[in-house]
């Protein structure tokens, strides 16, 4: 090849490596350019997310402080755009978008649930980024089985204070309601309906025919009466009060012991089945019999204990009503707690402030008495005091009380509880959110 060839070829060489360089160099800057531009939108997209953050937390915080019960309709009297208009912060704009829709109409009680969709977006921008809150808005006579964390009690503070000053815990999902309340109670009709007795308002000579006991308007003499009806137990009758009542479960089997004085009768059964066990006397045959798992004492529960391993069966439903106090000596635990499983109440604690017979006041309280941190699968519905001492102590269940005394730690999940007992207990023509959820819905567009 001659020399000449060569320099054509070298400068060729050259040439290309001019170009390539050349090109290699703009892609380069066009690819800077690029990193450059997302980086700044993810940087504007998480800035959004802050921005969506904070109004998400003080949409909450207002509903917290907000009373339901100023507004005819809060559905829509409240929760609209005139209470919550746009509101800009910084390059930052934020829209509420509202809709409603009915979870459960009744006769005289409904349920809705609130959505509000959040959107924040830049001024000047396409990019948005948007969450929806959702809360549930409990109107008309409001059964104590919905509700979450309610203190009767007219305080001068807001909920929150009140029971962060008793060392009370409860979700962020929970809206607290503490205030005075107007309550009516059912307890004549749910001793009627419980005994399986047609009067309205049961009286000694009904109850006494009802247990074949001899004809008379006389109290009904101490003891444990089983409620039997066409092959079920309906419910267990306490006359006076209990020393104890022990909770036990396994292998199936539900089990609760009833102690006075020097008698101690057990109750063994399985949830749902005709399948019960009876040490007592005074009741016809009940072996094969469905127990409906509802227990009420014409007095006070001196001790509510665990015995063994679990108390509870994962299906268990129990119901313990008293016209007197409560004290919870143990934990009450369900079976398989160390799996992670949801802790649902299998327990429902109501107290009664007055004589089931005679309407005199009673001390209604429900006291916790336990030694160390301890979990109690139960719903608490108190006509008195929730008192709890110097340990903590976690109620998987929700809370109606008349005070809170606590020197200790008391932790509410507030989980609702399916029990009949609290649907005669009610707060009539009231209104109160509960449940505040929030779904994040990451969008945006591109610039």
Same mark, same amino acid.
């Given at each position: ?38 980086? $700044? ?48 912060? $910084? ?5 509420? =978008? %509202? ?8 006769? #005289? ?30 109107? &008309?006579? +409001? ?12 305080? #001068? ?26 309550? *009516?109670? !059912?307890? &004549? ?57 022990? %909770? ?49 004492? =014409? ?19 129990? !119901? ?10 143990? &934990? ?58 110097? #340990?903590?102590? !976690?109620?998987? &269940? ?5 005070? +809170? ?8 999940? *507030? %989980? ?22 929030? =779904? %994040?819905?990451? !969008?945006?567009?591109?610039?």
């Amino acid at each position: 090849m001659s020399r000449r060839g060569n320099i054509v070829i070298s400068l060729l060489f050259v040439l290309l490596l001019s170009i390539s360089g050349l090109a290699l160099l703009t892609h380069s800057n066009l690819h800077v350019k690029i990193i450059a531009a997302r980086k $700044g939108k993810w940087q504007a997209a998480a800035a959004l997310g802050q921005a969506l953050l904070l109004d998400l937390h003080r949409y909450r915080e207002k509903l917290a402080a907000a009373d339901m019960n100023a507004y005819g309709a809060p559905e829509s009297d409240y929760f609209n755009n005139a209470t919550f208009p746009e509101q800009a912060a $910084g390059d930052c704009l934020s829209r509420h =978008h %509202f809709s409603c829709h009915i979870l459960r109409a009744g006769e #005289d009680f409904c349920r809705m649930r609130v959505l509000n969709r959040i959107e924040v977006q830049k001024n000047g921008s396409r990019l948005l980024v948007a969450g929806q809150a959702g809360v549930d808005l409990l109107k &008309g006579n +409001i059964p104590a089985g919905e509700f979450g964390v309610v203190v009767n009690k007219d305080i #001068d503070e807001s909920p929150a204070a009140y029971l962060a000053g008793r060392g009370v815990e409860y979700p962020g999902a929970q809206l607290p309601l503490v205030g005075k309340l107007a309550v *009516a109670s !059912e307890t &004549g009709r749910l001793l009627a309906e419980t005994l399986r007795l047609n009067d309205p308002v049961p009286a000694w000579r009904q109850i006494r025919e009802k247990f074949n006991l001899e004809p008379s308007d006389a109290p009904v003499p101490p003891g444990i009466y089983l409620v039997q009806d066409e092959g079920t137990v309906a419910a267990v009758f306490v006359e006076g009060d209990l020393q104890k009542l022990e %909770f036990n479960a396994g292998s199936g089997w539900q089990s609760i012991v009833f102690s006075r004085d020097v008698q101690r009768d057990e109750l063994k059964y399985q949830p749902g089945l005709a399948a019960m066990t009876w040490s007592g006397g005074g009741a016809l045959a009940v072996g094969g019999s469905l127990f409906a798992e509802k227990i009420i004492v =014409h007095g006070s529960v001196w001790s509510i204990e665990q015995t063994g391993t679990a108390a509870f069966l994962p299906v268990s439903r129990i !119901e313990l009503l008293a016209c007197g106090q409560m004290v919870v000596r143990s &934990g009450l635990e369900c079976e398989n707690l160390s799996l992670g499983k949801e802790k649902f109440p299998r327990l429902l604690l109501m107290t009664s402030s007055r004589d089931f017979f005679s309407s005199e006041a009673v001390n209604a309280d429900i006291v916790l008495d336990t030694l160390g941190a301890k979990t109690v699968q139960a719903q608490v519905i108190a006509a008195g005091t929730l008192v709890n001492g110097n #340990d903590q102590v !976690e109620i998987t &269940g929700g809370l109606y009380a008349h005070d +809170i005394q606590n020197s200790g730690r008391l932790q509410f999940d *507030a %989980f609702a509880g399916p029990f009949a007992f609290s649907q005669y207990l009610r707060l009539p023509d009231c209104k109160f959110l509960k449940n505040f959820r929030v =779904h %994040f819905i990451q !969008e945006g567009a591109d610039e």
